[in-house]
């Protein structure tokens, strides 16, 4: 076959059409050898009723696929029947109803891409979605060809689990000290879904008996090192399949449900029906080895992959542009699940913390694209912040225009319209209007239209009619896809607060309904590019609290005084606005000392606005707020959010004068901060729950605020912390203080703690990841020199994606003052890494490529150094499609 001349090309989503073809049964034997593996598949097949076009020849999917031999209906298909494209194979002259059987001979050994059939360590496992089936059989692998799958594993008895979906049906020995299970799933699936495992594997197991009093056995495979870090996921998992019956009637429906924990692997986690795949940070956990930050995550994974039982399996995907489909009602559904577990406003900040950087920057970057995005080059490209959480939070709004009784009768009528089949965006927004009766035609715009509304808002009182009037223009940048767009449908949350509180809202000409239940919290819709909203009856000029609880995805502005925001930060009773009025009050501190230091000015003598110290000592000293309220209150706008928000990032004057703003605060409050930190019970048992962790969290932002006063008794008292703590969140946080603390004596000491780590915990790669991790995230200086030692020791693996991530996409998208280091040295480095891994393993190499398409946010010294380095991975020979795609885009 010859190299690839053309440049890849895009599919587009107005070029769908329905398969030629289906697949009634698909039949798979897999037998595993040392260095290969045989798989035969015999597929029946049926021309498609409702395919448009007529039907004389069959074409598959196959990628790095050996065919070994082709029958149909027994027969061997002579080579002049059949061809090969890039990445299919054609059969000519095909009947309307036959038996397809292929043998192929793939090498998951040599499969370093970790799609399709690879091994990791010591056992062989699959990754199919996006389109990794092509590469173990040839297939229509595409999402709306269903099937129900049979599969039978065999290996020899070193392998001693065999897994695939479904049920176990058969199983037994087999010559030459080789044995073989089947597994049936009776549930017609895409082969995306597919999953096979073999592998030498312990487990934990569980049961859990459905609302309709069926039991389930769950259980957790797992290398057997790791059979003491289970159990947070198997009590995550029978809460989500409670949680799943009580708020959206969805009941588990096979015998079994499994988890499999692999340590390499491309993403978090993988929905394969009834037998689903994790990378290890998603599922073990034990508070030796494990920060809160992972308790959470294993737990709103665990939801995330099991909601797509029904959210992606009973009901999946038309095409890969409806992505967001399942992805964005999936994590609206498993952030909902955790807030239930946790706290509503403390998941929602953290929630909007990371869409507002990450996913902003993405609509304002190259990549921006709509939720439901027109074409792709690679589609694993398109598993982005956007698909997932601004998809999420489409949901969200869509649940809230509706109100929870609708939105559930919507969803209830949506599972019953379309059990069993692969749909569109278009059929989840019909059931939900149908079921409620509410028109969602404009709110459709969202699926459409890529970019971060921005919302500006101005006000007047009228002290005599007593009216208060809103005003509300919104806009929305253009996009790659749309240069002028339509107005959006956008529920905005709001409350007016006066003197003593919330005040009664009346909004004039409301529909009736407006005035129903709790009269001081209202959504007002917004619908045209400019909207006054006038409320009466309001008795003194309020301050107005908008877009409670972050009701859309939007960029909204309205010119807060200092005091308006201090009022609200103490008075809103929305825990949310209260948080955001924190970010506001001290960004707006904080750009001040950025001014200035930009102006020249000696940042150092600048003064500090005390009624940001003021407000946060009133926090302080609220007791009717949570802890983790307080601690995220207390900790200033992240250099990536402030980043974001800038038109041309300064990084040394946003990375000097936040920490400025930070110093000024640890010196007026230390007393409150010691005090926190020294009534704390460091010896306390470790708990994951909500309170617990809210505690440890809070005294760790008091350490963090100590430690820039850089004297020798909290230093000391960090090294304790280190050496004491029962737990990896007080061990972090501790060490994580050391390394970034610039005294000598904390330099010392975070030498010593370093090694110290590294002796007791290399064993466990999970902890090793977080060692890669602080080091490559220390804002002092010399820190590239270190991560590149690291890449050379042996904690590392430059082919596993968790070390890669942990080490490298740390370095470049967690440590804005070292990545871009003027030299461009931060450029060079990634770029390196990009060109190595583009060969090895694409869809990394792709992602890693993030911070580099920023180019244009930086200043014009910065473009030039970064924009060489994008031409030089674009040079590069070999291009894979999934780097093509990102760098070209940045390029254009
Ligand atoms: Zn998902």
């Known amino acids: ?334 952030s909902e699940f955790s807030a239930d577990m946790g706290s509503h406003t403390v998941k929602r900040v953290e929630d909007v913390s990371m869409l507002r950087t990450l996913q902003f920057a993405e609509d304002a970057g190259p990549m921006a694209h709509p939720i439901r995005p027109e074409s792709y080059i690679e589609i ?95 806009s929305c940048p253009p996009t790659p896809e749309c240069q002028q767009k339509l107005p959006f449908h956008i529920p905005i949350a709001i409350g007016l607060l006066g003197s003593a509180g919330d005040l009664p809202l009346y909004l004039k000409d409301a529909e009736p309904d407006f005035e129903t239940g709790d009269n001081t919290h209202k959504v007002i819709e917004l619908t045209q590019a400019q909207q006054t909203f006038v409320f009466e ?11 409670r609880g972050f009701s859309a995805p939007v960029k909204l502005h309205y010119d807060y005084s200092r005091e308006d925001l201090m009022l609200l930060m103490s008075r809103d009773s929305d825990g949310f606005n209260r948080w955001d009025a924190s970010q506001q009050l001290a960004l707006q501190v904080i750009n001040e000392v950025i001014a200035a230091y930009q102006r020249g000015k000696d940042i150092n003598v600048f003064p500090i606005d005390l009624r940001l110290i003021n407000a946060y000592r009133s926090v302080l000293e609220d007791e009717s707020l949570d802890k983790a309220m307080v601690a995220y209150m207390l900790s200033l706008p992240s250099e990536a ?43 306390q048992t470790y708990a994951a729950t909500a309170d617990a962790i809210a505690a440890r969290s809070l005294k760790n932002v008091a350490l963090s605020y100590l430690m820039l006063l850089g004297d020798e008794k909290i230093i000391r008292a960090c090294e304790q912390q280190y050496l004491t703590a029962n737990n990896m969140t007080d061990v972090m946080a501790a060490l994580t203080q050391l390394v970034n603390t610039e005294a000598s004596l904390a330099q010392d000491l975070s030498g010593n703690a370093l090694a110290d780590f590294y002796e007791r915990w290399q064993d466990e790669s999970l902890v090793v990841n977080q060692w890669l991790t602080v080091q490559a995230t220390s804002s002092l200086p010399n820190t590239l020199a270190k991560v590149k030692a690291l890449e050379v020791h042996n904690a590392y693996d430059s082919k596993n994606p968790n070390k890669i991530r942990a080490l490298v996409s740390s370095f470049c998208n967690n440590n804005a003052i070292n990545f871009h280091d003027k030299a461009g040295d931060g450029y060079k480095f990634l770029a390196d890494k990009i060109i190595v891994l583009n060969t090895q393993n694409p869809q990394i190499a792709s992602r890693l490529l993030t911070p580099l398409t920023k180019w244009k946010k930086y200043s014009p010294e910065r473009q030039t150094l970064i924009k060489a380095q994008l031409e030089r991975i674009m040079a590069e020979p070999n291009l894979s499609k999934d780097v093509f795609e990102v760098v070209s885009k940045s390029l254009a």
């Open 380 to 474: 694993s490209n398109f598993y982005t912040m956007t698909i997932y959480e601004k998809g999420a939070e489409i949901v969200r709004m869509l649940a809230n225009l509706l109100g929870k009784e609708n939105f559930r009768k919507g969803t209830d009528l949506y599972f019953e319209r379309h059990d069993g089949q692969a749909v569109t965006t278009e059929d989840f927004v019909a059931a939900l209007a149908d079921a409620s009766g509410k028109n969602l035609t404009q709110f459709k715009r969202w699926y459409s239209q890529a970019g971060t509304p921005r919302l500006q808002v101005t006000d007047e009182y009228d002290e005599d009619t007593q009216e208060y009037s809103l005003h509300i223009k919104q």
């Open 1 to 334: 076959m010859s190299a690839i001349e053309q440049q890849p090309q895009a599919i587009y989503l107005r070029d769908y059409k329905a398969p030629a073809y289906l697949i009634k049964k698909t039949d798979l034997h897999v037998d595993i050898y040392d260095g290969y593996t045989i798989v035969t598949a015999n597929l029946l097949l049926a021309s498609n009723p409702s395919a448009t076009f007529p039907v004389s020849q069959l074409t598959l999917h196959g990628t790095d696929l050996e065919l070994v031999s082709l029958a149909i209906d027994g027969k061997a298909v002579p080579e002049s029947e059949y061809e090969f494209g890039e990445e299919t194979l054609t059969i000519k002259n095909t009947p309307a109803h036959f038996l397809l059987t292929s043998v192929t001979k793939i090498y998951p050994e040599k499969n370093t891409s970790l799609e399709g059939l690879y091994k990791s360590r010591t056992m062989y496992c699959t990754q199919c979605e996006a389109e990794g089936f092509r590469k173990i059989t040839y297939y229509l692998d595409r999402p709306d060809v269903m099937s129900e799958f049979t599969t039978t594993v065999v290996a020899d008895k070193k392998f001693p689990v065999l897994l695939s979906n479904g049920n176990l049906i058969e199983k037994g020995d087999l010559d030459n000290n080789r044995h073989f299970a089947t597994w049936n799933d009776p549930f017609k699936k895409p082969a995306y879904l597919f999953a096979l495992v073999a592998g030498d594997l312990a487990h934990i197991e569980d049961s859990f008996t459905t609302s309709t009093k069926r039991e389930v056995t769950l259980k957790i495979y797992v290398e057997p090192k790791d059979l003491d870090k289970c159990n947070h996921a198997m009590t995550s998992l029978k809460n989500s399949m409670r949680w799943d019956e009580e708020v959206y009637g969805r009941e588990y429906d096979l015998d079994i449900f499994m988890i499999v924990a692999v340590d390499d692997f491309n993403m978090g986690a993988m929905e394969n029906k009834g037998l689903n795949i994790f990378n290890t940070s998603c599922v073990l956990a034990k508070p030796e080895t494990t920060t809160d930050g992972g308790f959470q995550r294993v737990e709103g994974v665990v939801a995330h992959e099991y909601f797509h039982n029904w959210t992606g399996n009973r009901v999946t995907c038309r095409d890969w542009f409806q992505l967001s489909l399942k992805e964005g009602f999936t994590v609206y559904r498993d």
């Open 537 to 547: 009856r309001v008795q003194e000029k309020p301050v107005p609290s908008l877009l």
């Open 641 to 683: 959010y402030i980043s974001e928000l800038a038109d041309i990032v300064d990084v040394e004057a946003i990375h000097y004068s936040r920490t400025l703003v930070r110093k000024t605060i640890a010196r007026e409050l230390s007393s409150h901060f010691e005090l926190i930190y020294n009534e704390y019970d460091h010896e």
